[in-house]
């Protein structure tokens, strides 16, 4: 049987400036790393980040997922 190979993309749209604290950085909840992007519950949080967090959730189990983040910076 052949295997199956799933490939999940997640783009979320925060342009809403409440995914954004002006001169606040705080460490991301994913990476560590300082970010001023808020996430839906005003976490800090990367939106590639959050991204990669549903993509796995998404793909869960066999999925391979695609991490997109340097190509897109
Ligand atoms: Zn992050």
């Known amino acids: ?3 199956l190979r799933v490939l999940v993309r997640v783009r979320l ?3 809403d400036p409440q ?7 705080l460490s ?7 970010t001023t992007m808020r ?3 005003r976490r800090a949080c990367h939106q590639s980040c959050a991204e990669v967090e549903i ?15 340097e190509v897109a910076r």
């Open 13 to 15: 749209d925060w342009s």
């Open 55 to 69: 993509a796995r959730e998404l793909g869960a189990g066999e999925a391979r997922i695609a991490d997109e983040r």
């Open 19 to 25: 995914h954004y604290e002006h001169g606040r950085p």
């Open 28 to 34: 991301c909840r994913v990476c560590d790393t300082p």
């Open 39 to 41: 996430d839906a519950q």
């Open 1 to 3: 049987m052949a295997s």
